[in-house]
């Protein structure tokens, strides 16, 4: 190991700014650094006994614009095989997935009433107005789920229930129930808001249209089948409301 004094140090520096100057330059490059005469330093011509060099910069390694510069094989081919090795780790999941089974649903043309698709029982679709026990509408007409709709989606206009033409079990009843699907974002405030139950969300996903003006769903479109044990109706008993039974619960009966 050679045995360096303060001169020797200072020189070592000045050469190190020497050779970042040049670099700087673009005179000299860092492969020609590591693979010039910087190597000079741990060869045999490597000074043992420092007072054979008595002349200032002697034994340090002189850089020359001449030094061999790597070949471009040995400087460039790991950035090279780290690249294919990447590209080959991903086409590899790739052409795994490839022989896997799909695990796509099979809409529109499974079997069933949802023709293959699968609804998770928290999925917020198309809202419903329920019934209760004796085929009542349940809402109120309180206005709670319009007041609490941030997108102001909710229409309602109310009437009383009489003796004569009673809707729903309460004094009053949405005689008119609009939601506009344009701007609803099912959020559920507005079941969250029901005293009644009266609005839930469905399973109805197929809402998408070409026209805006059909996204208006009226309270037809969204009221729920009466009950089958009421009597026969349009929903459960087509066939027997085709043969002339009728829609609506018979008094007495």
């Not at 492969?31 to 330093?41: E, K, N, P, T, Y």
């Not at 471009?72 to 095989?81: A, D, I, K, Q, T």
């Not at 029901?194 to 026209?211: R, V």
């Not at 459960?236 to 009728?246: S, T």
Request: charged share 20%; hydrophobic share 35%.
């Amino acid at each position: 190991m050679p045995e360096f004094d303060d001169d020797n140090i200072r020189e070592l520096f000045a050469y190190s700014d020497r050779i970042m100057d040049r670099i700087a330059e673009n005179e000299v490059t860092i492969a020609s650094v590591i693979h010039g005469r910087m190597l000079q330093v741990g060869s045999s011509s490597s000074p043992r006994n420092p007072q054979k060099y008595s002349k200032p910069n002697s034994w340090i390694p002189v850089m020359s614009k001449a030094s061999p510069a790597p070949h471009p094989l040995y400087w460039g081919s790991m950035p090279v095989l780290k690249n294919i090795a990447a590209i080959a780790k991903g086409m590899s999941i790739t052409f795994m997935e490839m022989f896997q089974p799909t695990t796509v649903e099979n809409y529109p043309d499974g079997k069933g009433p949802l023709r293959g698709a699968r609804i998770e029982a928290r999925f917020r679709g198309a809202h419903v107005l329920q019934r209760d026990e004796n085929g009542l509408e349940k809402c109120v007409a309180c206005f709670l789920c319009a007041a609490n709709c941030p997108s102001n989606c909710i229409y309602i206009e109310a009437a009383d229930n009489t003796d004569e033409h009673r809707v729903s079990g309460a004094e009053r009843y949405a005689k008119v129930y609009n939601i506009d699907y344009n701007r609803c974002i099912f959020c559920g405030y507005c079941v969250e808001a029901c005293p009644t139950d009266a609005i839930t969300h469905g399973h109805g996903f197929e809402l998408a249209t070409f026209n805006a003006s059909n996204l208006v769903y009226r309270k037809e479109q969204m009221l729920a089948a009466g009950p089958a044990h009421i009597g026969a109706n349009v929903v459960f008993n087509q066939a027997d409301v085709d043969g002339g039974a009728p829609k609506e619960m018979v008094a007495g009966s």
